[in-house]
């Protein structure tokens, strides 16, 4: 939340949203997660605020809520046309604030949460990753892509990796304080190594591998990694929404049709659970090939997708 943003608030609403950003800060969460409970928390607010003036009353000044405002809010987010998943965030985002900073009975128990649609991933065949790679003229973005198809890193990981990460003597990408804060390692293809080198002499990163523009003491953000995805499957003529996640998707999909053991595949995605990979069986094509990174099947043979 930008400081312009946060001036506007009430003085009580600030210090409600910083008290509440150092408790996550305590407790380990990442920086995305952060932003969205605090704008979360910040939109609730406000909408007591309003619905207080309508009623012709004084905006209380009472951080605690009553079950029925949280249900309410709910209620309209939905409306609005916010998702199951979105509502479920916001619904933690207040009882986190409940619970842990106000420390007072969360008025949001008995507010059941939505079951999410359970989608299948979307995922690119052989040919169409190809397409995309190959629409990439930047070296850096067809840098970046590259390491997210081959390695299977989410967007976040991909743009925190610093120059130190890339272990070339070992074939490895050290993935630092993952989902989880979990650390991990991935592959590294010959391939991708060869087109890091490539873009190294062209950018010469310090610290982190992908900065962000002329800023080197900054990486390069999630949402410019996503929008250069996008431009590049536009530019490739690909109909599907193409981000970051579907080339997650599309590794652990294509590691699994050529007979990678699902428990490696886990480990790869660092996953906590099996069940959330096994998803992929509903989508993979099963075959019998050799375990490398599917980005060196993808330029080393023609076989059929």
Same mark, same amino acid.
């Given at each position: 939340?930008?400081?312009?943003?946060?001036?506007?608030?009430?003085?009580?609403?600030?210090?409600?949203?910083?008290?509440?950003?150092?408790?996550?800060?305590?407790?380990?969460?990442?920086?995305?997660?952060?932003?969205?409970?605090?704008?979360?928390?910040?939109?609730?607010?406000?909408?007591?605020?309003?619905?207080?003036?309508?009623?012709?009353?004084?905006?209380?000044?009472?951080?605690?809520?009553?079950?029925?405002?949280?249900?309410?809010?709910?209620?309209?987010?939905?409306?609005?046309?916010?998702?199951?998943?979105?509502?479920?965030?916001?619904?933690?985002?207040?009882?986190?604030?409940?619970?842990?900073?106000?420390?007072?009975?969360?008025?949001?128990?008995?507010?059941?949460?939505?079951?999410? =649609?359970?989608?299948? !991933?979307? *995922? +690119?065949?052989?040919?169409?990753?190809?397409?995309? %790679? /190959? #629409?990439?003229?930047?070296?850096?973005?067809?840098?970046?892509?590259?390491?997210?198809?081959?390695?299977?890193?989410?967007?976040?990981?991909?743009?925190?990796?610093?120059?130190?990460?890339?272990?070339?003597?070992?074939?490895?990408?050290?993935?630092?304080?993952?989902?989880?804060?979990?650390?991990?390692?991935?592959?590294?293809?010959?391939?991708?190594?060869?087109?890091?080198?490539?873009?190294?002499?062209?950018?010469?990163?310090?610290?982190?591998?992908?900065?962000?523009?002329?800023?080197?003491?900054?990486?390069?953000?999630?949402?410019?990694?996503?929008?250069?995805?996008?431009?590049?499957?536009?530019?490739?003529?690909?109909? =599907?929404?193409?981000? !970051?996640? *579907? +080339?997650?998707?599309?590794?652990?999909?294509?590691? %699994? /049709? #050529?007979?990678?053991?699902?428990?490696?595949?886990?480990?790869?995605?660092?996953?906590?659970?099996?069940?959330?990979?096994?998803?992929?069986?509903?989508?993979?094509?099963?075959?019998?090939?050799?375990?490398?990174?599917?980005?060196?099947?993808?330029?080393?043979?023609?076989?059929?997708?």
């Amino acid at each position: 939340m930008n400081q312009k943003t946060l001036s506007r608030l009430p003085s009580w609403l600030q210090d409600l949203l910083k008290r509440t950003d150092e408790e996550m800060v305590l407790r380990g969460f990442t920086r995305e997660t952060r932003r969205l409970y605090l704008a979360h928390v910040r939109r609730f607010y406000q909408h007591r605020i309003a619905q207080a003036r309508l009623g012709a009353r004084a905006p209380s000044l009472d951080p605690v809520s009553e079950g029925s405002e949280v249900r309410e809010w709910l209620l309209l987010l939905l409306r609005e046309g916010h998702s199951h998943a979105y509502t479920n965030q916001a619904l933690s985002a207040v009882r986190f604030l409940h619970r842990r900073v106000l420390m007072a009975p969360a008025p949001v128990a008995d507010i059941p949460r939505a079951k999410r =649609k359970k989608a299948l !991933p979307k *995922v +690119l065949s052989r040919s169409e990753i190809k397409r995309f %790679l /190959e #629409a990439l003229s930047s070296p850096k973005h067809r840098a970046i892509a590259m390491v997210l198809y081959s390695g299977g890193l989410r967007v976040s990981e991909a743009a925190r990796l610093k120059v130190e990460d890339i272990d070339s003597g070992r074939g490895e990408i050290h993935i630092r304080q993952g989902k989880g804060k979990k650390d991990r390692y991935v592959m590294l293809s010959p391939l991708v190594l060869k087109t890091l080198r490539e873009y190294v002499r062209v950018e010469r990163p310090h610290e982190w591998l992908f900065p962000a523009g002329n800023r080197r003491d900054r990486h390069i953000t999630s949402r410019a990694i996503q929008r250069a995805v996008s431009r590049a499957a536009h530019a490739a003529g690909i109909e =599907k929404r193409v981000t !970051p996640h *579907v +080339l997650r998707h599309t590794f652990a999909t294509h590691l %699994l /049709e #050529a007979g990678t053991d699902l428990r490696y595949i886990q480990e790869l995605l660092g996953h906590a659970k099996i069940t959330t990979t096994v998803i992929y069986t509903h989508v993979a094509k099963r075959g019998a090939r050799k375990i490398t990174s599917p980005i060196d099947r993808l330029y080393g043979d023609q076989d059929e997708e």
